[in-house]
């Protein structure tokens, strides 16, 4: 496993913007699809974007479609997701993981090695 390191949420008004940031420690880091989780109280924890080693290709659920956006820094060792037009039901502690295994981008099981989460607020 690798330790992941989230940090950039804050609170912020309705229509605001956050960049958060996921930096890995060790040397793997480039040989992995990256992905960014969230969960609101009281509810699951849900897929929000992924992407894939080198970047290439980025996945995200579709209720954040058009407004977040999963970039990553292989030489830096760190993943990004810039998150605009921001809405109060995006409100949740956001993590970032890596995926260890192929099949569905949201599945969770599919993915290690979780960050201790960074606490996103929207307010209305």
């Known amino acids: 496993q690798v330790q992941l390191v989230e940090s950039g949420g804050d609170l912020v008004q309705a229509g605001g913007s956050l960049r958060l940031s996921c930096t890995a420690s060790?040397?793997?880091?480039?040989?992995?699809?990256m992905g960014w989780f969230r969960q609101a109280p009281g509810k699951e924890r849900e897929f929000v974007a992924a992407i894939t080693q080198s970047g290439g290709g980025t996945y995200y659920t579709d209720s954040v479609q058009g407004r977040f956006t999963i970039s990553r820094d292989n030489a830096k060792n760190t993943v990004y997701l810039q998150m605009n037009s921001l809405k109060p039901e995006d409100t949740a502690v956001y993590y970032c993981?890596?995926?260890?295994?192929?099949?569905?981008?949201?599945?969770?099981?599919?993915?290690?090695?979780w960050g201790q989460g960074t606490q996103v607020t929207v307010s209305s």
């Open positions: 060790g040397r793997t880091f480039q040989g992995y699809a």
């Open positions: 993981a890596r995926r260890i295994a192929g099949g569905l981008w949201h599945d969770d099981k599919k993915y290690d090695s």
